[in-house]
């Protein structure tokens, strides 16, 4: 599936939120240098979905806004 992400990189405190369905808000403590906040904003996705097998930035990896591949895995 995918998911769009806005993020908000220097903030004061770490949290994720869900604005409407696959939508949503990612507030990380990183600097948007050296790809730091992608890395944790990945992070904090990936504690969001556990069941998640592989999670990508398909496009948006220098803009504030993105686009998320998360591939789940499937139930039996």
Do not use: C, T
Request: proline share 4%; aromatic share 8%.
């Amino acid at each position: 599936m995918y998911i769009h992400v806005r993020i908000f990189p220097k903030s004061k405190e770490e949290k994720i939120l869900e604005v409407k369905e696959s939508h949503f808000e990612v507030y990380v403590k990183e600097e948007a240098k050296e790809g730091k906040a992608n890395k944790r904003l990945l992070e904090i996705i990936r504690a969001y979905f556990p069941g998640a097998r592989e999670i990508k930035i398909v496009s948006g990896h220098l803009n504030p806004s993105k686009l998320l591949s998360v591939n789940l895995e499937e139930e039996d």
